[in-house]
């Protein structure tokens, strides 16, 4: 056995359950205007679950708002830490980004909950 013993894991031997607990599921929406959104969901706990996006340029000029599912959905209504859109919203299962936008964005948005 290699690595340090630290009960229960072995350091450098991640277990299954921390590999689960912190896979970087992540992906991409194209804005309809400009830009794009990479995003990633890399702490999914049932006792935490942290939803992280990029916003590169992102604007959507429509009436109609864009939407991401969560890669794991919360269990209740997340909260958002940081907007760099300032106008979006979330459910349990969804991230809503504003519709009529005016300017482009670049910045972080980060989602918390469990």
């Known amino acids: 056995m290699s690595g340090i013993l630290v009960s229960p894991l072995t350091v450098g031997e991640p277990s299954a359950v921390a590999a689960a607990a912190f896979n970087n599921t992540s992906g ?28 590169n340029g ?5 009436a109609t708002a864009q939407t991401i599912t969560f890669p794991q959905a919360f ?3 997340p909260q958002i830490l940081q907007d ?5 919203s979330v459910s349990a299962t969804t991230l809503t980004l504003p519709a009529s936008m005016g300017a482009i964005v ?3 948005l980060y989602v918390v909950g469990f």
Do not use: C, H, M
Not at 58 to 62: L, V
């Open 84 to 88: 760099a859109t300032a106008g979006a």
């Open 106 to 108: 670049s910045g972080w």
């Open 75 to 77: 269990t209740d209504s």
């Open 28 to 55: 991409t929406l194209t804005g309809t205007t400009a830009g794009t959104v990479t995003y990633y969901e890399p702490i999914r706990q049932a006792g935490l679950k942290v939803f992280v996006a990029y916003l």
């Open 58 to 62: 992102y604007r959507n000029s429509t």
